[in-house]
């Protein structure tokens, strides 16, 4: 190929992307001229219509790897470039993470000579149940003394161990190296412990999990970075494969990318990489920006100046972050910035979203051209803000609202029928449980709805009030109370007719419960004769029989029902795993239970897939997280800023990882003192501020409670934005 790489710099929103895929375009161009000329000189013919084009793009064996910062970005930049392309070039598009798990697992065969493995295909482990057999193997060492010293429960500890080993992955740093780093980067910071201990906890469950072939996201990263990069076979192999690579906001990924680009610079390949100063969302999480910035030096850069269109960047950037930064200067924001001030938290709550209510209602603005966007989204403020705009027809969608799958009625339900079909359950199912089982798997078929609105509806409020049950929580807790018999081994649901004034529960209740109780009977039956394959098939069969039955399920009904069957496949992948390898006695039913118990713990969350609905975009109001917001790339004509005077905006939405400063490649091991953490937040919110404002085109709210939840007066970074208003909303005017 004719082209050189290329390394873009801009803002948020100048172009980036645009950009790359151009970049993309001019090389299939040249490519396509260089192969006609060759298949000129090859057959002294010059290529007609007739002639195929794979027929002479295969001549070079072309490939290109495009990555994206994350899953939802990978979709729209694949979707483009093949849209551009017209699907007519091979292109593989990953996110780092998902590239490198491919890879291992198709050359396992590879790392299992060299690392002298067991001969076993891999399988990877998701974080919560790594972080249950991290527990279960390091229990015995984690005393109350350890947990003293460290200063958190069990579950808190254990997960920042594992992070540290996938921070190190992540920044190219070995296993064995990982004692080093941290002893340089604490010194003598008494509060947390020995660095050689924790290494040694790493090194035992790295060992114990390639034994039995699982892979979390940090032995993928080790792997790959430390053995599949560096052996010659691999490096033939992919080098063949690949004679390009676009990146885009390299600023997101690891450091161990940028070990990935270069072997691939260095055989041949062109590159066109995207990166964006003003980025780096993932930085604390494991991305590495000043690192992967020292490509530009083997490319030719381009620099995208100007403020994105419609934005409010450069009239607001650089007075904002004066203000924050220098909070003695006397300024006042322009009209293009208002602000929403209470007392209390929850009057912010209903005034903000009655200002919304109101400005669309006016038709001001559109649903989805309003985004709400908080450093932290709580249960309260989050049921409250999607309540009151719900009532005023106005739909709201949350950006990966990821709760607890236990949080779901359905799923609570779904898990007390597995309670009550296999026998040494019952201490897990009580009389409300059997109660609320009732209810949801009495719900009445619904007729469909064929409008797009009908389709596209996300709130979970809306979702809960178009649901009817034939069982309503009154009859459910009178069945419940007559006739739920408790047993450790054999809890059991009696005939209605036990209950001596049945005739209440009434036709329809009736005629459910005992469909219910009829199916149970079925079941436990088949159990027994052992003609359910696995409890994944039993929660199949229920969800066929009382949930699907025909009907369209709400959008977070199907997203967490989904979520439920992968983890429970995968868990029994799991233990069927380490049965195979070191068979333990344990009673039949135990997985169940362990099972169930560590989704009540709440460790898993549902995410909704397909991310995106099919059809136009939903006419709802964004709701997000500063992190997810940003991650998402997305823009709106109007912005409110919730919680502006929390100091939660200098963190940037996301906590950072335990020890994540001390794998960052410019800075390995060194101390990360408490000036080194006021800097960071400066620069932190400097690129908050710059990046939210190139993603606002017309308004800015600032909407701010003098008091908090938990009743503290709000002082964050950004209470001089706040006071440097000259449009307030207040609790006298909102109406």
């Known amino acids: 190929m004719v082209s050189h790489s290329v390394w873009i710099v801009g803002t948020s929103r100048s172009g980036k992307t ?4 151009e970049q993309f375009c001019n090389w299939v161009t040249s490519e396509k001229q260089y192969t006609e000329s060759f298949y000129t000189k090859k057959t002294g013919r010059k290529k007609t219509g007739h002639v195929p084009e794979f027929l002479y793009l295969k001549q070079t064996e072309p490939g290109v790897l495009v990555l994206a910062a994350n899953d939802d970005n990978r979709r729209e930049l694949g979707d483009i470039i093949v849209t551009s392309t017209l699907g007519k070039y091979p292109v593989r598009a990953k996110t780092p993470l998902g590239f490198f798990q491919d890879e291992v697992i198709l050359f396992w065969p590879l790392l299992i000579n060299s690392l002298n493995l067991k001969a ?8 919560e149940t790594e972080q249950e057999l991290a527990t279960k193997l390091w229990r015995p060492q984690l005393d109350e003394e350890i947990l003293r010293i460290a200063g958190v429960n069990e579950s808190r500890l254990v997960r920042r161990i594992l992070d540290l080993l996938q921070l190190a992955a992540y920044s190219g740093v070995p296993c064995e190296d990982i004692a080093q780093i941290l002893a340089k980067g604490l010194g003598e910071n008494a509060t947390t412990l020995e660095p050689e201990f924790l290494a040694s ?3 035992d469950w790295r060992n114990w999990c390639l034994e039995r072939g699982l892979l979390t996201y940090g032995i993928i990263t080790e792997l790959y970075s430390q053995h599949l990069l560096s052996d010659r076979n691999y490096q033939q192999h992919l080098t063949k494969r690949y004679q390009a690579v676009l990146a885009d906001d390299v600023d997101d990924y690891p450091s161990v990318a940028r070990l990935l680009f270069e072997l691939l610079l260095d055989r041949g390949a062109v590159g066109a990489f995207s990166y964006n100063p003003d980025g780096a969302v993932r930085l604390g999480l494991g991305a590495d920006p000043n690192y992967l910035e020292g490509l530009a030096e083997r490319c030719r850069v381009e620099i995208l100046n100007g403020p994105p269109p419609e934005s409010l960047s450069e009239q607001l950037t ?5 203000l924050v930064t220098e909070p003695m200067v006397m300024l006042s924001l322009p009209k293009t910035v208002h602000s929403i001030q209470t007392t209390s938290r929850a009057q912010l709550l209903r ?8 400005a669309i209602q006016s038709q001001q603005v559109q649903p989805e051209e309003v985004a709400i966007i908080a450093p932290g989204l709580d249960a309260i403020a989050r049921y409250t803000l999607v309540e009151i705009l719900v009532k005023q027809n106005i739909q709201v969608e949350s950006l990966n609202d990821q709760r607890p799958l236990i ?7 779904l898990l007390t029928m597995l309670a009550l079909v296999y026998p040494g359950l019952g201490r897990l199912v009580d009389r409300d449980a059997v109660a609320e089982m009732l209810v949801v798997l009495s719900r009445k078929q619904q007729p469909p709805e064929n409008s797009t609105d009908a389709m596209n509806r996300v709130s979970t409020t809306d979702a809960i009030h178009r649901v009817s049950t034939n069982i309503d929580p009154v009859r459910a807790g009178l069945i419940a109370d007559y006739c739920f018999v408790p047993h450790p081994d054999r809890p059991n649901l009696l005939p209605v007719s036990v209950f001596e004034r049945w005739d209440r529960i009434g036709y329809a209740a009736t005629t459910a ?5 009829e199916w149970l009977e079925q079941q436990r039956s088949q159990q027994e004769l052992r003609l359910i394959p696995s409890p994944i098939s039993l929660l199949d069969r229920a969800i066929q029989r009382f949930l699907w039955n025909g009907s369209n399920l709400p959008y977070e009904q199907l997203a967490a029902l989904r979520e439920l069957l992968e983890t429970a496949q995968h868990y029994w992948e799991i233990d069927t795993r380490l049965r195979q390898i070191a068979p333990v006695e344990t009673t039949p039913h135990t997985t169940i239970i362990e099972f169930i118990q560590l989704l009540r713990r709440g460790t898993i969350t549902a995410n909704a897939y397909p991310v995106r609905p099919i059809g136009g975009a939903r006419k709802a109001v964004t709701l997000a997280t500063i992190f997810q917001y940003r991650s998402s790339r997305r823009s709106h004509q109007w912005h409110f800023w919730l919680d502006a005077g929390s100091p939660l905006w200098a963190k940037g939405g996301a906590a950072t990882l335990f020890g994540a400063p001390f794998f960052l490649r410019d800075r390995l091991g060194e101390p990360w003192t408490a000036e080194d953490e006021k800097l960071a937040e400066e620069q932190r919110l400097r690129r908050i501020l710059t990046d939210l404002l190139s993603r606002v085109s017309e308004r800015v709210y600032l909407c701010h409670s003098d008091l908090a939840v938990n009743g503290q007066e709000q002082i964050g970074p950004l209470l001089p934005l706040v006071n440097a208003c000259v449009t307030v909303i207040s609790e006298a005017n909102v109406n």
């Open 120 to 127: 076993q295909f891999p399988v990877r482990l998701r974080p």
């Open 201 to 203: 906890l790493l090194l």
């Open 351 to 358: 005034q903000t979203a009655e200002v919304i209510a109101n």
């Open 407 to 413: 949080s779901s009625p359905i799923i609570r339900a």
């Open 18 to 21: 645009a950009r790359l895929v």
């Open 513 to 517: 419960y005992s469909e219910i109780l």
């Open 318 to 322: 650089k007075q904002m972050v004066e």
